[in-house]
């Protein structure tokens, strides 16, 4: 046994395997404890992995599920050999037979399911290297408002479930930018996610005795690729849009317009339930491109309802009451002039004197007095009679202009419609092209 401020030496009887596993017995049997000679000394555990593959995202659940490749090395002060005199600086030896530190991952949700590694490698200055694969499912604080051009930074955070800071330190290995540069050399796993980077940064945490543990949090950011989404989700989005906006270059009388455009709702409808598995699913925020759809579904929407009020307005205008001033004012002036619809130029009034005198026939000059008042009589039943008329027609008249108005309102809200598509449309391609490429540039 050593003694308390010294270092075990193991001496070997051969320089074989056999004496030297041999010469360890009395090691193995303080396995228990931690490889100390004096309990206040810290351990130092030398943590750092390589990331082998990204196996998924669960949105739902709010989870990243990776796959490493682990790596810790500490000091065993109870173990010291000459290699010259032991045939050998190192052995692998089963891991039941040595103490071994309890690091473990906060995050982790599930229980590790990769294939465990047995053996560990012991050296002659008594440096322990526990290396093996693990299968992290860790939880992620998931930001999918920009998918499917969102970038995800998780972190996973090294410490010991039992031991304080005072006992064990735990130290970063590797340069954080070899990490990544490791990893992304032997990364053969990815799906849709793109490793970015990985970072590490020391942290501690005090508990409510007042006492630290020491902490190592690595934070994994990775990237979607849009390339499957933007082809089968946005792409195909815009196309329908932009269908419905040449419908509006159909006659708006014409009942083909409308059977076009719920056609196209129709045909959207199909295409959301379809896609409906690709869309993420969480309850935190909702994403963007929810909202882009939504928007294109509420503007087909109201394109087919602007279609259905245009169509009444050119069948049954004449039935409608006489424009208000203020809807006159507001799109035959303003809006009119703002979509290039100039206001039709009325007729000119004449007015009532001289309609009056144009439809006044004075009598002839007649001979006797008898004749004089026949002759008034027809001329005022004729005068009844062009009265009447004149009335009639000026009834037609307003009418017909009254319609005109409508009708043109009517063209002016399908003109605003338009313009509201054209500008929909462009800033989304505009967006999605510029949100694109900056994503590929990070």
């Known amino acids: 046994m050593p003694a308390s401020c010294s270092t075990f030496r193991v001496n070997c009887s051969k320089p074989d395997q056999p004496s030297l596993l041999a010469a360890l017995g009395p090691v193995f049997n303080m396995r228990a404890i931690r490889p100390v000679l004096n309990q206040r000394t810290c351990t130092n555990i030398t943590v750092y992995f390589t990331l082998y593959g990204i196996l998924g995202v669960d949105e739902k659940s709010q989870l990243l599920i990776t796959y490493l490749w682990m790596h810790y090395w500490w000091l065993s002060e109870f173990t010291r050999w000459d290699p010259v005199q032991c045939g050998m600086d190192k052995i692998s030896l089963p891991k039941e037979k040595f103490w071994l530190p309890d690091i473990v991952i906060d995050e982790f949700m599930e229980e590790n399911k990769a294939p465990s590694v047995p053996f560990i490698y012991l050296y002659s200055d008594g440096t322990v290297h526990d290396a093996l694969p693990l299968r992290v499912v860790s939880s992620c604080n998931l930001n999918i408002y920009t998918f499917p051009f969102d970038i995800q930074n998780c972190s996973m955070t090294f410490n010991s479930y039992i031991y304080y ?3 064990i330190k735990i130290i970063l290995g590797r340069d954080p ?10 990364m053969t796993t990815m799906g849709e996610w793109e490793l970015l980077d990985i970072t590490a940064q020391k942290l501690s945490n005090k508990d409510e005795t007042g006492v630290y543990t020491d902490m190592l949090a690595f934070y994994i950011r990775v990237q979607r690729r ?15 849009i932009t269908l419905d906006l040449f ?3 159909l006659p ?9 455009k719920m056609t196209l709702i129709l045909g959207y409808s199909v295409f959301l339930l379809i896609m409906n598995d690709l869309l993420p699913i969480t309850g935190n925020t909702i994403p963007l491109i929810n909202v882009f759809f939504s928007l294109c579904l509420v503007l087909m929407v109201t394109s087919l309802l602007e279609t259905i009020f245009i169509t009444n307005l ?4 004449s039935d409608f009451s006489p424009i208000p ?12 002039c703002l979509v ?8 000119p009034k004449s007015s009532e004197p001289e309609t009056a005198n144009k439809y006044d026939v004075k009598p002839p000059k007649m001979g006797g007095p008898a004749e004089e008042d026949k002759a008034l009589q027809e001329l005022k039943s004729l005068s009844n009679i062009l009265h009447t008329i004149r009335f009639e027609v000026e009834q037609q008249q307003k009418g017909n202009q009254s319609s005109e108005e409508w009708i043109q309102v009517g063209f002016i809200i399908d003109r605003l419609l338009f313009g509201i598509y054209i500008v929909f449309i462009s800033v989304s391609f505009l967006t999605i092209i510029i949100v694109w490429v900056k994503s590929s540039n990070q």
Request: with cysteine.
């Open 165 to 167: 800071a005072m006992e």
């Open 177 to 186: 930018e070899i990490i990544t540069a490791s990893s992304k050399m032997v």
């Open 226 to 240: 849009a390339t499957m989404y933007v082809v089968t989700l946005l792409l195909p989005s815009c196309f329908l």
């Open 247 to 249: 419908s509006f270059l």
């Open 252 to 260: 708006p009388q014409s009942t083909d317009r409308s059977s076009f």
């Open 314 to 317: 050119l069948n049954n205008s």
């Open 325 to 336: 001033q203020w809807m006159r004012m507001l799109f035959l002036n303003c809006l009119g």
């Open 340 to 347: 290039c619809i100039p206001q039709r130029s009325k007729r």
